[in-house]
């Protein structure tokens, strides 16, 4: 499994866009990078998934250039409740693989 | 969309007495399940694999004796944390593979708070 590095934590304010960054630098061919969202006392939750190029939700977008060896999620126009770790994760498309988690970047989003 | 419960959501005990937390899939199947430990201000730690119909694998350092996987159906997993201790207090999430096309997205539980007293 991939080593994922992120800032341990990042301060914004509401309304603004957060790009939180990733580095993968030994994602291996079959690997997406994955992001979770952890609130307090919850379980993660499943953000956005990508392998090359650009990937948009309804949540947040995904920016992975040609390299691979970096990916930035991006969050629109955060709010209050976007509070909280996220977690990027370089992992093979298989449905049996355990999820290895780094520590996560731990935004502050204040009002 | 797919979900996975977890019950208890929080629990106290008394020391050296057992656990049982149960990790679902109330929508989907799933023959594989995942345990991780997660500790205050800290990432999340796999601690074994749920094989549905074989034994569990457990992570380097997780004492299978002491935290005991239980693969019952294709939509239950239990974690039974044996003779607890104040240091097995932890906040204990589950997860569980749903293949989505080209894709895969593990689904997690809400977790269960363990305190030992």
Redesign the interface.
């Known amino acids: 499994l991939a080593k994922t590095t992120q800032p341990i934590s990042m301060d914004s304010y509401e309304g603004q866009e957060v790009n939180i960054t990733c580095s993968h630098n030994n994602i291996a061919t079959n690997d997406?990078i994955t992001w979770y969202q952890q609130f307090p006392?919850?379980?993660?939750?499943?953000i956005i998934?990508g392998y090359k190029t650009k990937v948009t939700n309804e949540v947040a977008s995904l920016f992975i250039p040609a390299d691979r060896k970096s990916s930035t999620l991006s969050l629109p126009r955060v709010s209050l409740s976007d509070t909280a770790v996220y977690?990027c994760l370089a992992l093979s498309?298989?449905?049996?693989?355990?999820?290895?988690?780094?520590?996560?970047t731990r935004l502050m989003v204040k009002p | 969309g797919a979900v996975?419960s977890?019950h208890p959501s929080r629990v106290i005990c008394k020391s050296g007495t057992s656990v049982k937390i149960e990790c679902r899939s109330l929508d989907f199947q799933a023959?594989?399940m995942?345990w991780?430990r997660q500790f205050p201000k800290k990432?999340?730690?796999?601690m074994a694999?749920s094989n549905e119909g074989s034994k569990a694998t457990y992570e380097q350092g997780v004492e299978k004796d002491k935290f005991l996987i239980n693969h019952a159906s294709l939509t239950l997993s239990t974690l039974t944390v044996t003779s607890a201790h104040p240091e097995d207090s932890s906040?204990y999430?589950c997860?569980a593979?749903?293949?989505r096309g080209?894709?895969?997205?593990?689904?997690?539980?809400?977790?269960t708070?363990l305190t030992v007293l």
């Not at chain 1, 006392?41 to 499943?46: C, E, I, K, V």
């Not at chain 2, 990432?43 to 796999?46: A, E, G, K, R």
Request: without cysteine.
């Open positions: 997406y006392s919850q379980g993660p939750r499943f998934q977690y498309n298989n449905a049996g693989n355990m999820l290895t988690f780094g520590g996560g | 996975v977890q023959t594989t995942f991780y990432s999340l730690m796999l694999t906040f999430i997860s593979p749903l293949g080209d894709y895969n997205e593990q689904f997690f539980g809400p977790g708070r």
